[in-house]
């Protein structure tokens, strides 16, 4: 008996353990759903504010052979997709790419047109801290990235002598921003060599 007395807190800790578990599962479980729809949601609003005369977009895919040179190239994308109107006419490509930042992923959705110029850039900095790291997915910062050159690559700078100004007291998310940006550059210029974008 005064065995059994010794080992009870642990049971009803155990059973405590297991059905918080359990609970914590069935949350998940009921909560997944709404939340996939919603990030769905969001990413469909982020390409319909690059393209707002976009009707469909058309996921891009990739050969595992395509994904290991690109990613070899330190050019990995999350995401590509063809803007295409209402007639089926091309628009532009929208490209998700990430680089680290300075307390996460700066994540970094990028619109261009079929000849490769800019067109709008957005940027997620979710990890970052709000008036320093943050500040990068402000359109101030965002916005520099339509001046980049077709093919080119974005130039961080803290001063003068670059193509895109980096935000004060923020220079490594602003790179991180920068080096997603030229990832999504590049495999727009690879994909496009490839066959695999481009044509209407």
């Known amino acids: ?30 909560t997944k759903g709404a939340i996939l729809e919603q990030e769905e949601a969001a ?12 009707d469909t977009f058309v996921k891009v895919e990739l050969t595992d052979e395509m994904s290991e040179e690109m990613k070899s190239g330190g ?12 007639s089926g006419n091309l628009l532009g490509y929208v490209v998700i790419t990430r680089s680290f930042g300075y307390a ?21 900095a979710e990890n970052d801290t709000p008036k320093l790291g943050k500040e990068v997915e402000k ?4 916005s520099q990235f339509t001046s980049v050159e077709a093919g080119e690559h974005a130039v ?14 923020a220079t490594i998310s602003s790179k991180a921003a920068g080096s997603a940006f030229n990832a999504a550059v590049d495999a727009v210029i690879y994909l496009q060599e490839e ?3 481009g044509h209407e």
């Open 156 to 169: 961080i700078s803290g001063g003068s002598g670059g193509s895109v100004l980096a935000v004060s007291g």
């Open 75 to 86: 050019f990995a994308v999350d995401d590509i997709h063809e803007a295409l109107d209402a």
């Open 104 to 124: 996460g992923d700066v994540i970094v959705t990028s619109g261009f047109a079929p000849d490769g110029s800019v067109v709008r850039v957005f940027a997620t």
């Open 43 to 54: 990413s469909l609003e982020r390409k319909q504010a690059l393209f707002p005369d976009g």
């Open 139 to 142: 359109d101030a910062f965002l």
């Open 1 to 30: 008996m005064s065995k059994f007395k010794t080992i009870l807190p642990a049971l009803i800790l155990g059973a405590i353990c297991l059905i918080c578990a359990l609970l914590l599962a069935a949350t998940n479980e009921l």
């Open 195 to 197: 066959g695999v974008i």
